[in-house]
């Protein structure tokens, strides 16, 4: 599998769009995902995963560019998702909730090793807090 299948595929799972059964296809045993302050590994995907699910339904995703050399492929994406669950400390506001964010996966041996991601959590903590309406 290239690359760009690889972290597309890995991103499926990641919003929950494909069973989390198949990371050991896509990631390294020793996976390391990035992100300010977090390091997680492949059961803290699985977890975030089924965060994301209790409390986003219609999740989607568009890949809007991408990058890629020997052995590093970048993705800049949206993330839309309608937030009728809780999450983390907010509660459900029934609003379509959309996200930028850029991520970087390093593979090895055909698998994706290592991700480091940046997203607007800003503004995606904003819509999160907005009253209803």
């Given amino acids: ?3 760009r299948d690889l972290l597309y595929k890995y991103l499926q799972v990641k919003f929950d769009l494909l069973d989390n059964k198949i990371l050991s296809e896509l990631l390294t045993k ?3 995902e990035h992100q300010p302050s977090v390091i997680r590994g492949v059961e803290e995907v ?3 995963a089924f965060k994301l699910k209790n409390a986003f339904q219609s999740q989607r995703f568009e890949v809007l560019d991408e990058i890629q050399d020997a052995d590093k492929i970048v993705f800049r994406y949206i993330w839309y998702g ?3 669950g809780k999450f983390y400390e ?3 506001t029934n609003k379509e909730i959309t996200t930028h964010g850029i991520i970087i996966a ?3 041996s055909s698998k994706i ?3 480091w991601e940046e997203w607007d959590f800003a503004g995606f903590a904003r819509q999160m807090s907005a009253d209803k309406k």
């Fill in 1 to 3: 599998m290239e690359g």
């Fill in 113 to 115: 090793a290592e991700t």
């Fill in 30 to 32: 020793d996976y390391k």
């Fill in 90 to 92: 907010w509660q459900p």
């Fill in 106 to 108: 390093q593979i090895k």
């Fill in 46 to 48: 699985k977890e975030f």
């Fill in 82 to 84: 309608i937030h009728t």
